[in-house]
T-cell receptor, first 115, second 113 residues
Framework: AQSVTQLGSHVSVSEGALVLLRCNYSSSVPPYLFWYVQYPNQGLQLLLKYTSAATLVKGINGFEAEFKKSETSFHLTKPSAHMSDAAEYFCAVSGGRGGADGLTFGKGTHLIIQP | DGGITQSPKYLFRKEGQNVTLSCEQNLNHDAMYWYRQDPGQGLRLIYYSQIVNDFQKGDIAEGYSVSREKKESFPLTVTSAQKNPTAFYLC????????????FGPGTRLTVL
């Protein structure tokens, strides 16, 4: 069974500051990990994914995440926050139920950007 | 343009009525999914389908039903047995391997009056 824990339902940072959104996972099989972003009343858009290649993964909009097996973590970072980054962010894990399995999501982190 | 469409965007239902949410994709993906999103709860898997004429229950299938008669279509019916159906429903699809990206539709917001 898999699970995802996102620490902090709301994170507030100043424009230009570092963004750090935390994600810890639990998986009984080698995990594939994803970060998605959601703007109000819209679907989810993929930011980046880890599929057992490089542990540091670069995504869109300047975001990146590092897979740390020893810490079972996949934290999302961005060096300098922009007002347009304000959104809901979801970490998700895949790896069960065979090849076309669904994702298990964390509860999400709402990122607030202060001007 | 390739993508996933969901309709309608907003849907209102009276208690005791069944309602069907549409999901269509032209990405030629084998696998399709339905998720339910509630505030502060993340997304939870309702049903998924790996191939035509086959589907499996997810974590919260009670009160829902699906069909997969065509590769591009995966409609979800919310039945009167679903005790708390007011939510945001998201459809997704992917090619079929665990490493593949799931692509999401724009969602349908269902409100029970």
């Amino acid at each position: 069974a898999q699970s995802v824990t996102q620490l902090g339902s709301h994170v507030s940072v100043s424009e230009g500051a570092l963004v750090l959104l935390r994600c810890n996972y639990s998986s009984s099989v080698p995990p594939y990990l994803f970060w998605y972003v959601q703007y109000p009343n819209q679907g989810l858009q993929l930011l980046l994914k880890y599929t057992s290649a490089a542990t540091l993964v670069k995504g869109i909009n300047g975001f990146e995440a590092e897979f740390k097996k020893s810490e079972t973590s996949f934290h999302l970072t961005k060096p300098s926050a922009h007002m347009s980054d304000a959104a809901e962010y979801f970490c998700a894990v895949s790896g069960g139920r065979g090849g076309a399995d669904g994702l298990t999501f964390g509860k999400g982190t709402h990122l607030i950007i202060q001007p | 343009d390739g993508g996933i469409t969901q309709s309608p965007k907003y849907l209102f239902r009276k208690e005791g009525q069944n309602v069907t949410l549409s999901c269509e994709q032209n990405l030629n993906h084998d696998a399709m999914y339905w998720y339910r999103q509630d505030p502060g709860q993340g997304l939870r898997l309702i049903y998924y389908s790996q191939i035509v004429n086959d589907f499996q229950k997810g974590d919260i299938a009670e009160g829902y039903s699906v069909s997969r008669e065509k590769k591009e279509s995966f409609p979800l019916t919310v039945t009167s047995a679903q005790k708390n159906p007011t939510a945001f429903y998201l459809c997704a699809s992917k090619e079929g391997y665990s490493t593949d990206t799931q692509y999401f539709g724009p969602g349908t917001r269902l409100t029970v009056l």
